[in-house]
């Protein structure tokens, strides 16, 4: 199995403990979201919606929220809190469109097998927003050994760039 | 007679390629970890030149010429030699510096292998030809080259374009004498040289400005270290390369605001008491600073670094690993 699982994010997200909030991995890259695809099920198996484009993952770890994002191609990992709303059901047809959306948007530059992550932590100063300055971890995913290793290659301008964290 | 000694070296040539070869490789790996945008040339000097130089030399009565024996290489220190040409105008002692640092220099003035050209001379002349001239030694770990010397010229871009102009028509022109026209447009170039510069050294101060005071993501380690100088208000030493390769992984966007840079300096200086590491440089020092706050991310990072940055200085990764591995030097 070359893609990322539920399993794999979790364990990435927690890499350093609770130090970091989130973790941000392209969807392209998700077992889960690629399976339900194939499958042509506009929900991964096991997740249940609570948002347009939202989700709550139950694992034994505990409670998970997936957030996608299509415009970016980027999934979400973090800790559920302890009142996470629903935002109601909507058409599976519209969350399909949005899973198949993020698919496209993994760089090209990052396309050739490399499996990239980054934590996303504190901002470091100023209001929070989706481009203040953060804490951040780059990793990169080894499916052979099923780990997490930090990254600090070539590639971590693009991650920056299309994973959001800094504007284009 | 010249043409035997240049029948001779012919035979010793290889010899003096390895010299050159090696030296500027281990030159543009010092300089790249310091990030000074440059590019390296070497050679070995062609058989041809050898021969003219001899023959004028003697022609001119230059005794040890006349004396040479089988081993030129004590009579010509440039029979191996090395060109640094830095982008950045200002960054030529930098540069010299390192290559000080990183070899022996050759016996000084006072020694009579060659008084025409000292080990370390930095010309200004009149004529406009502007670059540093080292004589180093060859290192001693490789057999074939020991004992031989190796000439290497430091320059920025712009004067280096003058002085290839100003060597071909003022110095390898041998029959003609240049026209009062060409000395014109020569001395034309020369100012336009000098002004340029000037435009550039400007420019990239400007740059460190904007880099530190505007908060500008630092793209590559060449911002890092021109954004780090600007706060300091001095050069920077060390391998900033690395500590860009850390750091680029920890913050987004990073700026040299994340760095803290004079408490960083100080909070580096006394981990690297502590550890008992004697030898520091700035880059060691803020990264040291910046490890101490992620301890668990830098071990990590190391793994990756041996990996994939083999070029990564020796001293300021051993330092680290002794941080986050708790033990001391």
């Known amino acids: 199995m070359s893609g990322l699982t539920v399993s794999d994010l979790i364990a990435g997200l927690e890499r350093f403990s609770a130090k970091y909030g989130a973790l941000d991995v392209y969807a392209a890259d998700v077992f889960e979201l690629q399976q339900a695809g194939a499958e042509g099920r506009a929900v991964p198996e096991n997740w249940t919606q609570i948002g347009p484009t939202a989700f709550s993952v139950t694992t034994e770890k505990g409670k998970f929220v997936a957030e996608l994002k299509p415009e970016v191609g980027v999934l979400r990992l973090r800790r559920a809190g302890t009142t996470e709303p629903i935002l109601g059901v909507i058409g599976g047809a519209l969350v399909g469109v ?29 209001p929070e927003s989706s481009t203040a300055a953060r804490q951040v971890f780059t990793m990169k995913f080894n499916p052979v050994e099923r780990q997490w290793r930090a990254y600090s290659g070539a590639l971590i301008p693009t991650m920056k760039q299309s994973l959001g964290l800094t504007p284009a | 007679m010249g043409d035997e000694h240049a029948e001779v070296y012919r035979l010793q040539r290889a010899r003096f390629d390895r010299l050159a ?215 920077v030493t060390g391998d900033v390369e690395t500590l860009f390769n850390m750091s680029r992984g920890f913050f987004s966007p990073l700026t040299v605001h994340h760095f803290n840079v004079r408490n960083a300096m100080e909070i580096g200086a006394r981990l690297a008491t ?14 040291l600073a910046l490890a101490d706050t992620k301890r668990a991310e830098v071990s990590d990072f190391l793994a990756e670094l041996r990996e994939n940055h083999p070029d990564a200085s020796g001293g300021l990764v051993d330092a680290i690993r002794q941080l986050v591995g708790g033990s001391r030097l």
């Not at chain 1, 949005?98 to 100023?126: C, H, N, Q």
């Not at chain 2, 502590?274 to 990264?287: E, H, K, N, P, W």
């Open chain 1, 98 to 126: 949005g899973v198949s959306a993020a698919f496209s948007k993994k760089p090209e530059a990052v396309i050739a097998g490399a499996i990239l992550g980054m934590l996303v932590g504190a901002t470091l100063s100023g």
């Open chain 2, 21 to 235: 070869g090696e030296i500027a490789r281990r030159l543009a790996i010092r300089l790249r970890s310091e990030s000074i945008p440059h590019f390296v040339t070497f050679r070995s000097k062609h058989p041809t030149d050898v021969a003219n130089k001899l023959t004028k030399k003697r022609s001119e009565g230059k005794r040890k010429y006349i004396e040479a024996g089988a081993n030129l290489g004590d009579v010509m220190l440039d029979l191996a030699g090395v060109r640094i040409v830095v982008y950045e105008p200002g960054l030529e002692k930098r540069a010299a510096d390192i290559v000080r640092r990183e070899f022996v220099l050759a016996d000084g003035p006072e020694s009579d292998i060659d008084c025409e050209k000292p080990p370390i001379e930095e010309r200004t002349q009149a004529d406009g030809y502007r670059a540093s001239h080292l004589i180093v030694k060859a290192p001693d770990d490789d057999p074939l080259t020991i004992g031989a010397v190796c000439e290497v010229q430091v320059c920025n871009i712009v004067a280096h374009v003058f002085n290839e102009f100003e060597h071909d028509i003022e110095y390898k022109l041998k029959k003609a004498t240049p026209s009062e026209k060409t000395k014109q447009a020569l001395a034309l170039v020369r100012r336009r040289t000098r002004e340029l510069e000037e435009a550039v050294t400007d420019l990239m101060k400007r740059h460190k400005r904007d880099v530190s005071t505007q908060e500008l993501e630092i793209n590559d380690a060449q911002e890092l270290r021109q954004g780090l100088e600007q706060v300091l208000g001095r050069t």
């Open chain 2, 274 to 287: 502590q550890l008992g590491v004697m030898v520091t440089d700035d880059a060691l020092l803020l990264s």
